[in-house]
């Protein structure tokens, strides 16, 4: 059973930057792709961005393309959102989890594909 501790978000201005990271416990980690997803209030839950299990593919949500880079380093049990550019629409509650396949081939942007969802950390970005 994979756990995962988010962390990284906070407050900062329109066109700030911030990184969030997402630390996994589990020995398998590095089986599975990792994804990325966001909440905002009043929202449902909505995909951000997915690496594959090995780093070599990744897929993101139209509103983030050219803003935010998904990476992992299966060493330290890791995946990361560098997020650029920050808008006030980037403001949730970004969660990571984790796919439900192993090695699956085609990175997922489906919500229900994944488990082991973190708690969340908060991201707030101020016009």
């Known amino acids: 059973q994979v756990q995962l501790v988010e962390s990284g978000g906070g407050l900062v201005q329109a066109g700030g930057s911030l990184r969030l990271s997402c630390a996994a416990s589990?020995?398998?980690?590095?089986?599975?792709?990792m994804g990325w997803f966001r909440q905002a209030p009043g929202k449902e839950r909505e995909f951000v961005a997915a690496?594959?299990?090995?780093?070599?593919?990744?897929y993101y949500a139209d509103s983030v393309k050219g803003r935010f880079t998904i990476s992992r380093d299966n060493a330290k049990n890791t995946v990361y959102l560098q997020m650029n550019s920050l808008k006030p629409e980037d403001t949730a509650v970004y969660y990571c989890?984790?796919?439900?396949?192993?090695?699956?081939?085609?990175?997922?942007?489906?919500?229900?594909?994944?488990?082991?969802w973190g708690q969340g950390t908060q991201v707030t970005v101020s016009s």
């Open positions: 690496i594959s299990w090995s780093g070599g593919s990744t």
């Open positions: 989890a984790v796919d439900r396949l192993v090695r699956r081939t085609v990175v997922s942007g489906r919500t229900q594909e994944y488990k082991n």
């Open positions: 589990g020995r398998t980690f590095s089986s599975y792709a």
